[in-house]
Protein backbone atom coordinates (compact mmCIF):
# COMPACT_ATOMS: atom_id res chain seq x y z
CA UNK A 1 0.00 0.00 0.00
CA UNK A 2 1.23 3.13 -1.21
CA UNK A 3 2.51 5.27 2.36
CA UNK A 4 0.71 9.00 2.42
CA UNK A 5 2.52 12.22 4.26
CA UNK A 6 1.22 15.82 3.94
CA UNK A 7 1.91 19.25 4.72
CA UNK A 8 -0.10 20.78 6.83
CA UNK A 9 -0.78 24.64 7.09
CA UNK A 10 -2.39 27.45 6.76
CA UNK A 11 -2.17 29.00 4.49
CA UNK A 12 -0.92 25.84 2.62
CA UNK A 13 -2.11 25.95 -1.45
CA UNK A 14 0.92 28.22 -2.50
CA UNK A 15 3.73 24.97 -0.97
CA UNK A 16 5.38 23.34 -3.91
CA UNK A 17 6.48 20.30 -1.11
CA UNK A 18 4.10 17.37 -2.84
CA UNK A 19 6.11 18.56 -6.14
CA UNK A 20 9.41 18.21 -4.36
CA UNK A 21 8.45 15.18 -1.93
CA UNK A 22 7.28 13.42 -5.71
CA UNK A 23 10.59 13.81 -7.38
CA UNK A 24 12.43 12.74 -4.55
CA UNK A 25 9.97 9.26 -4.46
CA UNK A 26 10.98 9.03 -8.68
CA UNK A 27 14.80 9.35 -7.85
CA UNK A 28 14.90 7.02 -5.25
CA UNK A 29 12.31 4.68 -6.35
CA UNK A 30 10.22 5.15 -3.02
CA UNK A 31 6.12 4.37 -3.07
CA UNK A 32 4.32 7.01 -1.31
CA UNK A 33 2.38 10.46 -2.28
CA UNK A 34 2.38 14.01 -0.60
CA UNK A 35 -0.69 15.77 -0.09
CA UNK A 36 -1.55 19.23 0.74
CA UNK A 37 -3.97 19.71 4.00
CA UNK A 38 -5.22 23.00 5.01
CA UNK A 39 -5.90 23.43 8.57
CA UNK A 40 -8.14 25.69 10.31
CA UNK A 41 -6.50 28.14 12.71
CA UNK A 42 -7.80 26.63 15.82
CA UNK A 43 -7.69 23.12 14.37
CA UNK A 44 -4.26 22.05 13.80
CA UNK A 45 -4.03 19.02 16.25
CA UNK A 46 -7.66 17.87 14.67
CA UNK A 47 -6.11 17.70 10.95
CA UNK A 48 -2.94 16.07 12.24
CA UNK A 49 -5.42 13.07 13.99
CA UNK A 50 -7.62 13.07 11.23
CA UNK A 51 -4.80 12.52 8.73
CA UNK A 52 -3.00 10.20 10.84
CA UNK A 53 -6.56 8.09 11.20
CA UNK A 54 -6.49 8.25 7.66
CA UNK A 55 -3.26 5.90 7.50
CA UNK A 56 -1.16 9.18 7.31
CA UNK A 57 2.66 7.91 7.76
CA UNK A 58 3.82 11.18 8.77
CA UNK A 59 3.28 15.28 7.61
CA UNK A 60 4.92 18.66 7.37
CA UNK A 61 4.25 21.69 9.33
CA UNK A 62 4.07 24.89 7.80
CA UNK A 63 3.03 28.80 9.47
CA UNK A 64 1.53 28.86 11.50
CA UNK A 65 1.44 25.75 13.10
CA UNK A 66 5.28 24.73 14.09
CA UNK A 67 5.21 25.90 17.71
CA UNK A 68 1.73 24.32 18.07
CA UNK A 69 3.38 20.62 16.14
CA UNK A 70 6.53 21.00 19.14
CA UNK A 71 3.56 20.92 21.98
CA UNK A 72 2.00 18.08 19.93
CA UNK A 73 4.59 15.91 19.38
CA UNK A 74 4.93 13.30 22.12
CA UNK A 75 8.64 12.51 21.57
CA UNK A 76 11.35 15.05 20.46
CA UNK A 77 14.29 14.65 18.16
CA UNK A 78 17.16 16.97 20.09
CA UNK A 79 17.01 19.80 17.27
CA UNK A 80 13.07 19.88 17.77
CA UNK A 81 13.64 20.44 21.29
CA UNK A 82 16.14 22.98 21.06
CA UNK A 83 14.50 25.12 18.63
CA UNK A 84 11.24 24.89 20.25
CA UNK A 85 9.95 24.34 16.97
CA UNK A 86 8.82 21.56 14.72
CA UNK A 87 8.27 20.83 11.10
CA UNK A 88 8.54 17.41 11.02
CA UNK A 89 5.93 14.78 12.22
CA UNK A 90 6.29 11.26 12.03
CA UNK A 91 3.31 8.52 13.14
CA UNK A 92 4.14 5.25 14.61
CA UNK A 93 2.91 3.10 17.05
CA UNK A 94 4.27 4.86 20.03
CA UNK A 95 2.68 8.03 19.34
CA UNK A 96 4.13 11.46 17.42
CA UNK A 97 7.69 11.85 16.88
CA UNK A 98 8.42 15.73 15.87
CA UNK A 99 11.62 16.77 14.42
CA UNK A 100 12.89 20.06 12.71
CA UNK A 101 14.74 19.84 9.67
CA UNK A 102 14.67 23.74 8.47
CA UNK A 103 18.16 24.94 10.27
CA UNK A 104 20.02 22.16 8.32
CA UNK A 105 17.69 23.12 5.26
CA UNK A 106 19.15 26.60 5.33
CA UNK A 107 22.45 26.01 6.47
CA UNK A 108 22.84 24.02 3.45
CA UNK A 109 20.97 26.21 0.84
CA UNK A 110 23.55 29.25 2.17
CA UNK A 111 27.06 27.57 2.56
CA UNK A 112 26.97 24.42 -0.51
CA UNK A 113 24.55 26.50 -3.30
CA UNK A 114 25.50 29.91 -2.11
CA UNK A 115 28.52 29.51 -0.77
CA UNK A 116 28.34 31.93 1.90
CA UNK A 117 30.35 31.21 4.92
CA UNK A 118 28.95 32.20 7.75
CA UNK A 119 32.08 32.17 10.38
CA UNK A 120 33.08 35.18 11.75
CA UNK A 121 30.30 36.95 9.82
CA UNK A 122 27.55 39.44 11.80
CA UNK A 123 24.37 37.94 10.87
CA UNK A 124 20.76 39.61 11.30
CA UNK A 125 18.19 37.08 12.05
CA UNK A 126 14.23 38.65 11.08
CA UNK A 127 11.34 37.65 13.37
CA UNK A 128 11.18 35.38 16.54
CA UNK A 129 8.79 32.47 15.33
CA UNK A 130 8.82 28.88 14.41
CA UNK A 131 11.04 29.86 11.42
CA UNK A 132 13.55 31.51 12.85
CA UNK A 133 13.39 28.85 16.19
CA UNK A 134 14.07 26.38 14.00
CA UNK A 135 17.17 27.91 12.01
CA UNK A 136 18.83 29.71 14.76
CA UNK A 137 21.06 26.35 16.28
CA UNK A 138 21.76 25.84 13.10
CA UNK A 139 23.30 29.35 12.60
CA UNK A 140 25.13 29.12 15.86
CA UNK A 141 26.39 26.18 14.64
CA UNK A 142 28.42 27.74 11.72
CA UNK A 143 29.92 30.23 14.23
CA UNK A 144 29.13 33.43 13.21
CA UNK A 145 30.63 36.88 14.61
CA UNK A 146 27.49 38.15 15.95
CA UNK A 147 23.67 37.09 15.53
CA UNK A 148 21.20 39.67 16.23
CA UNK A 149 17.58 38.62 16.32
CA UNK A 150 15.22 41.69 15.26
CA UNK A 151 11.43 41.18 15.83
CA UNK A 152 8.45 43.76 16.52
CA UNK A 153 7.89 42.24 19.30
CA UNK A 154 11.17 42.57 21.03
CA UNK A 155 10.30 40.58 24.05
CA UNK A 156 10.37 37.33 21.41
CA UNK A 157 13.52 37.91 20.48
CA UNK A 158 14.88 38.31 23.60
CA UNK A 159 13.02 35.13 25.07
CA UNK A 160 15.22 33.33 22.10
CA UNK A 161 18.62 35.12 23.27
CA UNK A 162 18.12 34.41 26.98
CA UNK A 163 17.34 30.31 25.62
CA UNK A 164 20.77 30.39 23.52
CA UNK A 165 22.85 33.07 24.45
CA UNK A 166 25.03 30.69 26.93
CA UNK A 167 25.76 27.98 24.16
CA UNK A 168 27.59 29.49 21.90
CA UNK A 169 30.28 31.84 21.45
CA UNK A 170 28.69 34.01 19.22
CA UNK A 171 27.91 37.54 20.72
CA UNK A 172 23.72 36.84 20.21
CA UNK A 173 21.23 40.09 21.14
CA UNK A 174 17.92 41.04 20.25
CA UNK A 175 16.24 44.23 19.06
CA UNK A 176 13.12 45.93 17.68
CA UNK A 177 13.51 47.34 14.14
CA UNK A 178 13.84 50.92 14.76
CA UNK A 179 17.33 50.13 17.04
CA UNK A 180 18.95 48.39 13.94
CA UNK A 181 19.51 51.97 12.47
CA UNK A 182 23.01 52.61 11.97
CA UNK A 183 24.19 48.85 12.43
CA UNK A 184 25.01 46.67 8.92
CA UNK A 185 25.33 43.34 8.16
CA UNK A 186 26.97 40.47 6.06
CA UNK A 187 23.59 38.26 6.39
CA UNK A 188 20.30 39.78 6.67
CA UNK A 189 17.47 36.52 6.80
CA UNK A 190 14.02 37.20 6.29
CA UNK A 191 12.04 34.56 8.86
CA UNK A 192 8.70 36.56 9.44
CA UNK A 193 5.71 35.95 7.21
CA UNK A 194 5.83 39.28 5.83
CA UNK A 195 6.96 37.96 2.13
CA UNK A 196 3.95 35.51 2.52
CA UNK A 197 1.42 37.96 2.73
CA UNK A 198 3.31 40.25 0.38
CA UNK A 199 3.76 43.11 2.99
CA UNK A 200 7.57 45.31 3.41
CA UNK A 201 8.95 45.23 6.95
CA UNK A 202 9.89 48.53 7.98
CA UNK A 203 13.58 48.63 7.53
CA UNK A 204 16.25 50.90 8.29
CA UNK A 205 17.96 51.39 4.18
CA UNK A 206 21.67 51.49 5.89
CA UNK A 207 21.51 47.55 6.87
CA UNK A 208 23.52 45.88 4.23
CA UNK A 209 27.42 45.46 4.19
CA UNK A 210 29.27 46.13 1.05
CA UNK A 211 29.58 42.05 0.43
CA UNK A 212 25.74 41.67 1.88
CA UNK A 213 23.46 38.96 0.98
CA UNK A 214 19.92 39.04 2.00
CA UNK A 215 17.95 36.02 2.18
CA UNK A 216 13.83 35.40 2.39
CA UNK A 217 12.68 32.07 3.34
CA UNK A 218 9.80 32.98 1.53
CA UNK A 219 9.92 32.37 -2.43
CA UNK A 220 8.07 32.99 -5.68
CA UNK A 221 8.46 33.69 -9.21
CA UNK A 222 9.55 37.10 -8.48
CA UNK A 223 11.14 39.71 -5.57
CA UNK A 224 9.36 39.32 -2.16
CA UNK A 225 9.15 42.77 -0.93
CA UNK A 226 12.28 41.99 1.20
CA UNK A 227 14.34 41.08 -1.69
CA UNK A 228 13.10 44.13 -3.69
CA UNK A 229 14.21 46.42 -0.52
CA UNK A 230 17.47 44.73 -0.09
CA UNK A 231 18.37 44.21 -3.99
CA UNK A 232 17.51 48.50 -4.69
CA UNK A 233 20.29 48.76 -1.73
CA UNK A 234 23.04 47.01 -3.38
CA UNK A 235 22.62 43.37 -1.34
CA UNK A 236 23.17 40.16 -2.90
CA UNK A 237 19.56 38.09 -2.89
CA UNK A 238 17.84 34.73 -2.54
CA UNK A 239 14.48 33.43 -1.59
CA UNK A 240 14.24 30.23 -0.10
CA UNK A 241 13.46 27.88 -2.47
CA UNK A 242 16.60 25.89 -2.02
CA UNK A 243 15.72 25.70 1.93
CA UNK A 244 13.01 24.09 1.17
CA UNK A 245 14.38 21.59 -0.88
CA UNK A 246 16.99 20.85 1.62
CA UNK A 247 14.56 20.80 4.43
CA UNK A 248 12.64 18.62 2.22
CA UNK A 249 15.24 16.23 1.65
CA UNK A 250 16.25 15.97 5.34
CA UNK A 251 12.65 15.39 6.11
CA UNK A 252 12.20 12.40 3.83
CA UNK A 253 15.57 10.95 4.70
CA UNK A 254 14.17 11.22 8.41
CA UNK A 255 10.80 9.00 7.36
CA UNK A 256 12.30 6.87 4.37
CA UNK A 257 16.30 6.42 5.84
CA UNK A 258 16.74 7.60 2.31
CA UNK A 259 18.80 10.90 1.60
CA UNK A 260 17.68 12.36 -2.10
CA UNK A 261 19.92 14.47 -4.26
CA UNK A 262 18.19 18.01 -3.88
CA UNK A 263 20.64 19.65 -6.86
CA UNK A 264 18.39 18.46 -9.54
CA UNK A 265 14.62 18.52 -8.06
CA UNK A 266 16.05 22.32 -7.36
CA UNK A 267 16.63 23.51 -10.97
CA UNK A 268 13.39 21.69 -11.98
CA UNK A 269 11.30 23.81 -9.43
CA UNK A 270 13.18 26.92 -10.06
CA UNK A 271 11.94 26.08 -13.97
CA UNK A 272 8.66 24.96 -12.97
CA UNK A 273 7.91 28.56 -11.37
Same mark, same amino acid.
Given at each position: ?????? $????????????????????????? &??????????????????????????????? $??????????????????????????????????????????? &??????????????????????????????????????????????????????? $????????????????????????????????????????????????????????????????????????????????????????????????????????? &????????
Amino acid at each position: MTDRYA $VIGNPVAHSRSPEVHAAFARETGQD &LEYLRVLAERNGFARSVEAFRRDGGCGANVT $VPFKEEAHQLADTLSDRARSAGAVNTLSFGQDGIHGDNTDGIG &LVRDLTARLGFDLARRDVLLLGAGGAARGALQALLGQKPATLIIANRTVARATDL $VSKFGDATNTRLASAGFPSLAGRRFNLVINATAASLAGEALSLPDDLFAADALAYDMMYGRADTPFMAFARARGAMVSDGLGMLVEQAAESFFVWRGIRPAAGPV &LEALRRAL
